[in-house]
């Protein structure tokens, strides 16, 4: 089910999908039904069970979802290899001479992935949930009522149920592309040989990520997308920051172009497409790898039957308690909210679990949901971006201290990056975005001081132990206090302090 067949994806599937697994006999009504075993199927199936009620799981593929298979767990172990590579290969600026040690073993870093990806797998398997009191089924889910649910052949009734079935990779409409082949990061994790060439079609996270593995690594590597700038979505100073970065270790950014078709030929895979000035290029490449989109899993389970609105573009419907247009069918994951990442999906399974079973009315709206980009350095966000901010009309003040001046950044060698807090005329954070080594760590204490509703004053008064680069926020904190001392204010003060003399 998964490339290659080797012992450490015979130990994956035997996890997550044993070839040997028996469905077990359905009984009676469940109180919840999860259909979709990624990261959000298996939140709710594991809660719900944990608090006693009687929980049916069905999964068609593999239990853990894109994270563990195909997304956050196989990319992050490439990630940290090139980011081993690319220190070796920056040693001696640090007075540290690597000579061979930084010579890259393409198949022995995809072999390592996949050995951590099996490790791994065991939290997400079938004995383990089935130990946990869950019923877990495999094969193909379809609705067939308001209330009951065909898996091969057995209909499973429910009280409530949820839809979990997540998102796939989508390739944008060019011109033999299909017919000329490519790599999605559902199956760019199954390679065992670096591609000499990698042309990546998409400049968000996912190919901005790869883009730097990738070249990292060893490959020539061009990215190519109709956005004039990477990570479209990111504060415009985090987005330049970055394009300046990829292009500095050498990924090629073909951006702001119009792609027109793809086709074989004897020198490999050509791309050809239109700049902004209307001039059309051509590059060949070894492999394309598409990172340009995603759609949900909507299709062929009878959500009709069971009163479920959906669209195969947005995925299914739901309102902010995350109930779908049948008020005993609820919906998580990437198959039903804008913010498609793992820990969204984790959020919106809590959510389930309350408004599901317990009478709850947790609202989507009310989660305050952050998202990293896990580049060198890492691009973390939360909130509003200032532009953001400015379209809204809202009455805002920016700080912002530079990486360049903290001492961990210095002593590291990383100084690329910003921390940059949006707060209202109250000191309330509205967002951030933050560009270093460890972003997405250090996004936490903005993102903790806005679920409690504290403002960035409160960050300033936590003690960060020293040298870390999380220290950079409370030097934002210290700006903004800064910022507030008008002139005014300022001389009340110098007259209080002389008559304190």
Avoid at 194 to 203: E, F, K, N, S, Y
Avoid at 397 to 413: C, K, L, P, W, Y
């Amino acid at each position: 089910m998964i490339q290659p067949n080797d012992e450490h994806n015979q130990a994956l599937t035997q996890n997550v999908h044993p070839s040997d697994w028996k469905n077990p006999v359905a009984k009676g009504r469940y109180n919840l039904v999860v259909v979709g075993a990624g990261t959000a199927g298996l939140v709710t199936a594991a809660g719900a069970a944990g608090l006693g009620a009687k929980v049916a799981l069905i999964e068609k593929h593999l239990m853990g979802g894109d994270c563990l298979n195909v997304g956050c767990v196989p990319s992050k172990a490439l990630l940290s290899a090139a980011h081993i590579a690319h220190t070796l290969q920056k040693a001696a600026s640090f007075g540290v001479r690597g000579g061979e040690a930084g010579r890259v073993d393409f198949a022995s870093v995809m072999e390592r992935m996949r050995r951590l990806r099996a490790g791994i797998s065991r939290h997400d398997s079938a004995k383990r949930f089935s130990g946990l009191g869950v019923d877990v089924f495999f094969g193909d889910a379809k609705f067939v009522s308001p209330e009951t649910v065909d898996v091969q052949g057995q209909i499973l009734k429910f009280a409530r149920a949820v839809v979990a079935t997540g998102a796939r990779a989508a390739a944008p409409p060019i011109t033999g592309l299909t017919d000329t082949g490519y790599l999605t990061n559902e199956s760019v994790f199954s390679l065992t040989t670096l591609p000499p060439r990698l042309g990546i079609i998409g400049a968000g996270p996912i190919g901005c990520e790869m883009a730097q593995a990738f070249r990292r690594l060893g490959a020539d590597v061009t990215v190519l997308a109709k956005d004039p700038v990477v990570l479209p979505r990111e504060d415009a100073a985090a987005s330049q920051l970055l394009g300046e970065i990829l292009k500095r270790e050498g990924v090629a950014l073909k951006l702001g172009i119009d792609l027109v078709s793809v086709n074989r030929s004897p020198e490999g895979k050509q791309i050809v497409w239109k700049t902004a000035q209307g001039t059309q290029e051509t590059l060949t490449v070894d492999e394309i790898l598409v990172a340009a989109g995603r759609a949900p899993n909507v299709e062929d389970m009878g959500l009709e039957a069971a009163g479920v609105r959906f669209d195969k573009h947005k995925g299914v419907e739901v309102d902010d308690h995350l109930r779908t247009t049948n008020k005993r069918i609820f919906a998580a994951g990437d198959v039903a909210g804008s913010f498609q990442f793992t820990h969204a999906a984790d959020a919106m399974a809590r959510i389930v679990i309350k408004n599901a079973l317990f009478f709850g009315r947790d609202k989507l709206s009310g989660l305050v949901v952050p998202w990293a980009t896990y580049t060198d350095p890492e691009v973390a966000h939360v909130g509003l971006s200032e532009s953001e901010a400015e379209r809204r009309g809202l009455d805002v003040s920016t700080h912002q201290v530079d990486m360049n001046t903290m001492d961990r950044a210095i002593v590291e060698g990383d100084t690329d990056g910003f921390a940059r807090v949006i707060v209202d005329k109250k000191g309330f954070i509205l967002g951030a975005t933050i560009v270093a080594r460890h972003a997405g760590e250090m996004i936490a204490p903005i993102v903790l001081a806005m679920t409690s509703k504290q403002k960035l004053s409160a960050v300033g008064a936590t003690i960060f132990p020293y040298p870390t680069q999380t220290e950079v926020l409370k030097r934002v904190a210290d700006a903004a206090n800064r910022d507030r001392l008008t002139p005014t204010v300022k001389s009340l003060l110098a007259r209080f302090l002389k008559w304190r003399r």
